[in-house]
């Protein structure tokens, strides 16, 4: 798949979120992907939006568990949107500031699978972007049965729904 109006979206791929009790799922292929998808990203100059998320607990503002883990490859220039919310969209101007890019396209990547994946996803599809939720580049918390039962059903529940078109890692395709 290869659009010229696209955008990579990574989501709250934060440190706090691989600290907690339960694993993230497939951690490191989650992360190799993701890195994958940005590199050839910027390989073409594809726009990427990172998206950072604050909360009372496990990613609380200015603590370590708020910064993004440090196996992703962010650079200090990197253009990063802030929430609070399951949805980037409600709280800032991202939704404008992709309008004013012409881009039409989102390439959805990060975690938590079971909410702001799902909400940005759901979010994005209703504001009229084409949205492709990247299947083995989005997770959330549990083990082998259960954080594959969680991602699975959301791939399939979007999917199904018409919100979202999956993707594999290996057939995204980012156009000069």
């Known amino acids: 798949m290869s659009l010229i109006y696209s955008a990579l979206i990574v989501i709250d791929v934060q440190l706090g979120l691989f600290t907690d009790k339960t694993p993230i ?12 998808l940005i590199d050839s990203a910027r390989s073409t100059n594809t726009l990427i939006v990172f998206i ?16 993004y883990h440090p196996d992703i490859h962010l ?21 404008s500031f992709l309008q004013s890019k012409g881009i039409t396209t989102l390439f959805i990547t990060g975690l938590m699978t079971n909410a702001c994946i799902k909400n940005n996803s759901i979010a994005s599809h209703k504001l009229g972007y084409e949205v492709f939720l990247v299947q083995d580049a989005h997770s959330t918390c549990g083990d082998e049965k259960k954080g594959k039962k969680k991602v699975d059903g959301i791939n399939k529940k979007l999917s199904t729904e018409g919100i979202v078109e999956l993707i594999s890692t290996d057939d995204v395709s980012f156009s000069l």
Do not use: A, M, P, R
Request: glycine fraction near 4%.
């Open 52 to 67: 950072q998320h604050s909360n009372d607990t496990l990613l609380e503002k200015d603590s370590e568990g708020y910064n």
């Open 25 to 36: 799922y497939k951690e490191e292929e989650l992360i190799e992907n993701i890195n994958l």
């Open 75 to 95: 650079q200090e220039d990197d253009l990063i949107y802030y929430k609070t919310k399951g949805s980037v969209f409600e709280e800032n101007d991202l939704h």
